[in-house]
Every structure is written in C-alpha cells, then in structure tokens.
C-alpha cells in the first residue's frame, strides 16, 4: 500500500507560480511512473502532467505544455509540479496518482493505482 499526499496549494493571482508536492510513504521501495491530475467545479477530472519512475520522460496535457513541470525526487519519494504563468481555469483541486508502471508515463486514470487526497489551486484576482 503507497499512501501519497499532496501540499502547496493555494490562492494565487492570474500569471503568478505555485509548487505542489507529493510525498509517498507506505511500500516506496518499489517504483512507481506517476502523475497529476485535476478537477474544476463541475467537470470530471483531467489529466494534468506524468512522469516515469527514472524522470527521463515526462508527458503534458496541451493546456499546459510549456506553463507547468513535472519532476520526480526518488530519493525523498516526492514528486513535484511547478505551475507558472498560472490563469484562472487552472483553479481546481490537484491529485497525484501512482502507477506500478513505471517505466511508463500514462493520461490515463486506469492505469493508476493510487491516489492523494487533493489540493486546492485557486487563480484569482
């Protein structure tokens, strides 16, 4: 069992930065490719950014390709997400997720097995 837990949300103006964390504990010795997702008000959740277990590859949704990084430190078991030039349809709440696939980055949902609990990202003036 892998228990994650996401930290760094908040409230911040249109174009301004945030950095979430996850921090994985429970069976971190075996790897995991992971990812981060998010839901606004009123939609479903969405894919947001994955990384795989070694960190050479990273895949983004198109909305934010170039705004947001995703980057992994197996040696803390955190992973991060550096938002920049943030606007205000990024507002909603932010998931890691893990996947036992870890050579893989994945958008998909199903193919991770465990989840945090959410942070809320608010971009507002």
């Known amino acids: 069992q892998v228990q994650l837990v996401e930290s760094g949300g908040g409230l911040v103006q249109p174009g301004g930065s945030l950095r979430l964390s996850c921090a994985a504990s429970?069976?971190?010795?075996?790897?995991?490719?992971m990812g981060w997702f998010r839901q606004a008000p009123g939609k479903e959740r969405e894919f947001v950014a994955s990384i795989n277990y070694y960190g050479g590859n990273t895949y983004y949704a198109d909305s934010v390709k170039g705004r947001f990084t995703i980057s992994g430190d197996n040696a803390k078991n955190t992973v991060y997400l550096q938002m920049n030039s943030l606007k205000p349809e990024d507002t909603a709440v932010y998931y890691c997720?893990?996947?036992?696939?870890?050579?893989?980055?994945?958008?998909?949902?199903?193919?991770?097995?465990?989840w945090g609990q959410g942070s809320q990202v608010t971009v507002s003036s």
């Open positions: 429970g069976r971190t010795f075996s790897s995991y490719a």
């Open positions: 997720a893990a996947s036992r696939r870890s050579a893989q980055t994945s958008e998909r949902e199903y193919d991770y097995d465990y």
